[in-house]
């Protein structure tokens, strides 16, 4: 294995890294937020007769105009959630009115102050979740150097993740925020399948390693698939294809990240300890 490819891995961990230090200096937050957490009115649409496609036409040609809305399935059919400003509301029940029939429609008004305390929580969830990973991982191995290259190899996941989030325009909401912590989960597992194939099992590094990855690739291309048909069931704009879609991205993320960086850390660790 090539170690130097490791720069790659590690630049692009200190672009995100950058970005997103960045954003959180200049914004106040590092994602864009969801109306859950900055505040204001979430509008549910319900209709009289209307497919998802409808629905769905409908949030797009809403976000062109630079209105977040998506369909959500329920158990009373396709409904259509939009965020907007106070001022907006009538205007905008107006539009969607005149595409689909309304049968009723529902605000939420959502306090910032609630919004910020949301924001707090969500902070404390993802730090409570990663220390709880890096302590269960340092117990697991209890040896500081292939503990050290799975914890690396999560946050590099996470913030890479939360990287190309900000460059695709997806927001942190309660949905993306499952994603990323089930991403963290699905990424030690792939980091744990490597570490214990390569250096607790007989044979060379080579061989473990091709093995593993073997494993950990069909791992990745199974849950893609899986996750792809959520997106084309549910719809890109929903609540559950958005979360499919942050998963989708944190996997293959977590490609380079399990499979080049903690590989190459783990290569010379075997080589330098374990020889």
Not at 27 to 53: C, M, Q, W
Not at 213 to 237: E, Y
């Amino acid at each position: 294995m090539d170690r130097r490819l490791i720069i790659l891995t590690l630049a692009l961990l200190v672009i995100a890294l950058a970005f997103l230090v960045n954003k959180q200096m200049t914004t106040g937050f590092f994602l864009d937020k969801g109306v859950e957490l900055r505040g204001g009115n979430l509008i549910t649409v319900t209709f009289e007769d209307a497919s998802f496609s409808q629905v769905a036409q409908i949030a797009d040609n809403l976000r062109k105009e630079n209105v977040v809305a998506y369909p959500v399935t329920t158990a009373i059919g396709t409904q259509l959630s939009i965020e907007a400003a106070e001022a907006d509301l009538d205007p905008l029940i107006e539009t969607v009115n005149n595409t689909a029939t309304i049968r009723d429609y529902d605000v939420s008004r959502i306090d910032p102050k609630i919004s910020a305390s949301v924001i707090t929580e969500i902070i404390k969830g993802l730090v409570f979740a990663f220390l709880a990973m890096a302590a269960i991982i340092f117990l697991l191995f209890r040896n500081p150097i292939p503990s050290i290259a799975v914890v690396l190899a999560a946050f590099s996941d996470l913030v890479i993740t939360c990287f190309i989030m900000n460059l695709a325009g997806i927001q942190m909401n309660m949905a993306t925020f499952t994603a990323l912590l089930m991403l963290l989960g699905y990424s030690v597992d792939t980091d744990i399948l490597l570490t214990t194939r390569t250096l607790k099992e007989r044979g060379n590094f080579s061989q473990n390693y091709k093995s593993a990855l073997k494993t950990g690739l069909t791992m990745t291309a199974v849950s893609t698939v899986a996750l792809s048909t959520v997106i084309f069931v549910a719809g890109a704009s929903s609540i559950f294809g958005q979360l499919a879609i942050v998963i989708i991205i944190g996997l293959l993320v977590d490609i380079p990240n399990t499979w080049i960086q903690n590989a190459v850390i783990l290569d010379w660790y075997k080589d330098r300890f374990h020889r």
